[in-house]
């Protein structure tokens, strides 16, 4: 077994070689080790794993490189100037970023893990999905409890409940995880359907809204980050599946339990019941700490960027995923929820069948009354992109031949993906009769000019490169004529200078998305459905590009829009986070080195641990305030409805519901 003094001297050697100072570390006996004690295991109690986190000491070469990255990063993000006054109804997402990289370049911490876990959750409540230190090493623990909870209507009254599938959902996790429970005697069975009163001794909606302010994230609107607290049906990759919700499945293991006051079915009174959480790993195979900081916590291949024009960088890359995956726009959240995907328990499942194009991320149905037919987007991030776009081609068509005459669209816990994903559904559903009557059927869209990107795009221009290089060579957009820029094109400069919250914002000039050229199936001249006999439903968790889908169907053609779910008597945002495009560390970092600017004092160095600083590169503005970008563009669904015992788990009884409320 390699002891923690191997581990933490390998380290210092690593740290040495990227210039690092010479690091001193204590010197424990390899049975000290907490990881060897959590090794090999799948669920583990939270103090376990926490132990084994915090098992790594702080240093502060990593604490310069991270944070020398990230400063240099959020360089290139676009929404830095606003968030030091967020416009209501945002307000609550206001924070001076630099005051807070500053706060944490100078707190001390005992361990890598709270360093890491201050700059998680800092960038965590920025509130968007697209901006956020991701640590490899961090996220490989997530808490479940063995009860969540919903919001639910019961009697005309809103209220929290456990969820009442409970005996049928947990079990899914297999018996590794139940086991531990009983070892306990831990009856988590009892609990299905038990009214909440209280959580940790709060209103169980007030403690839905702390959750919110403090641990959600990814939703600028502090109304869907509410609806993310609580368990909800999804798809999770081209399978149903159920979220825990952020109470129940918080990221880190860093509580051990949760005391609830329940009103257990049938029981005459009330009891207040502490309830263990336990850990689930899902990160790489690691047998002792040495193992687990190698397989997860250091840079590897993967981590940091590379230079495009290099054929034997780009064959190495190409041998791992598609090229072409790479270098489409994609808007998207991080919902790390989905590092241990539960499935739907299958009676909850549709029981129509499903119509043709429904073996991805899109499951399309036909409801008993002949006349409705449903598409479930749960993705604009499918594995193949044109395959998406046949299997929506392949769903109207057997629709049409059905005789459906109305459509419901549901966006539930749909993360974005793909940019024109986005766009393509919008022109399949509104048609190309309608989209000729728009200079361009996309958002107006800017990017930040800042020192280094207006080199960026000088040099890729002086190189001769094209959009199989880079996403910021011109080719990759059109101007506001729907004309492709040519390669010669320099958009970034000169640059337009605003002034917001006091501060001088500098962005490109404006231009829109190429995306028509990506289509390949024909958008049909008239659309299969009137305006009125489409709607879109979900729980407002449709972030990037489905957040850009609805609001350009809401924008554009006034579709009508329903929530589910949510705080009672309260109406918020339809759509979570609508960033124009996103960039990992991977992407931008291969900007700057295929641009031959790494060597740049404005460049970011390569990060030394397994870490992805992901920040939203471009804004896409509303067709309503050509000022303001849609995220901070207040538009609120038309229906809010409450969830109930029959719907929140069983999408068709949903879909049915929202039949009968939402088409005369």
Known sequence: MVSLTSRFIALAALLGAFGGSEVAFAAPTAAADPCVKVAGKTFVPPADALACLKSFPFNETLRQNVLTVVDRVFNFYTFEDYYLNSPPPFQDSTVNIRA???????????????????LFVFTSQLNDGHTRWL?????????????????????????????????????????????????????????????????????????AETIAHTQSGNYLDHGVRVNSVFSSYRISGTDFSQRFGDIAGPVFPDLESLTMTVQVVNASRPETVKIPFLASYAGADFTNGADFWANNCAANSDTNGIDFKNAAQVAKLTSDAPLRAR??????????????????????????????????????????????????????????????????????????????????????????????LGQFLHAFLVGTKSLGTFQNPGFQSTMRANPLAQKIVAS????????????????????????????????????????????????????????????????PEEPFFAPDKIAIVGNANCASTCAMFSTLMNERHNTTIANFGGMPGTQFEFKGMAGNQVLEWFDIDSEIKTANLKDDPLAPPDLLVNADFRHNWRIAYSFLDE????????????????????????PQNLWTFATSKLFS
Not at 159 to 183: C, R, Y
Not at 352 to 374: A, F, H, M, Q, R
């Open 135 to 207: 640590p490899s090493c961090y996220e490989t623990y997530q808490n479940l409890l063995p009860a969540p909870v919903v919001t639910l209507e019961e009697n005309g009254v809103e209220g929290v409940f456990v969820v009442p599938d409970l005996t049928d959902f947990i079990p899914l996790l297999g018996s590794n995880f139940t086991d531990f429970f009983k070892a306990q005697n831990f009856d988590w069975e009892r609990l299905a359907g038990a009214r909440v009163l209280k959580i940790q001794g709060q209103d169980p909606y007030a403690y």
């Open 627 to 650: 000022t303001t970008p849609i995220e901070y563009h207040s538009e609120r669904s038309r229906f809010r409805f409450a969830y109930t015992a029959e719907t929140y788990n069983n």
């Open 460 to 523: 890729d221009i002086a190189l001769g490169l094209d959009d199989n290089f880079s996403f910021y060579t011109p080719d990759n957009w059109a101007f506001l004529n729907d004309t492709e820029m040519p390669l010669t094109h320099n958009y970034i400069t000169p640059a337009s200078t605003r002034t917001i919250n006091g501060q001088q914002f500098v962005e490109s000039q404006r231009f829109a998305d190429v995306c028509e050229t990506g289509f390949v199936v024909d958008i």
């Open 100 to 118: 807070q990289l500053k706060r944490i370049n100078t707190t001390k911490y005992a361990t890598d893990y709270d360093f890491n876990h201050d």
């Open 327 to 420: 270098k489409l726009a994609k808007a998207s959240i991080v919902d790390l929820s989905q590092k241990v995907s539960i499935g739907l328990p299958s009676q909850f499942e549709p029981t129509v069948p499903t119509v043709n194009g429904s073996e991805g991320v899109i499951k399309s149905y036909v409801l008993p009354d002949g006349k409705t037919g449903v598409m479930f987007v749960g993705s604009f991030e499918p594995d193949d992109f044109f395959g998406f776009q046949t299997d929506v081609q392949s769903s109207f068509a057997d629709f049409q031949s059905k005789g459906v005459s109305q459509l419901i669209v549901d966006l539930t816990n749909n993360g974005g993906g793909f940019v024109c």
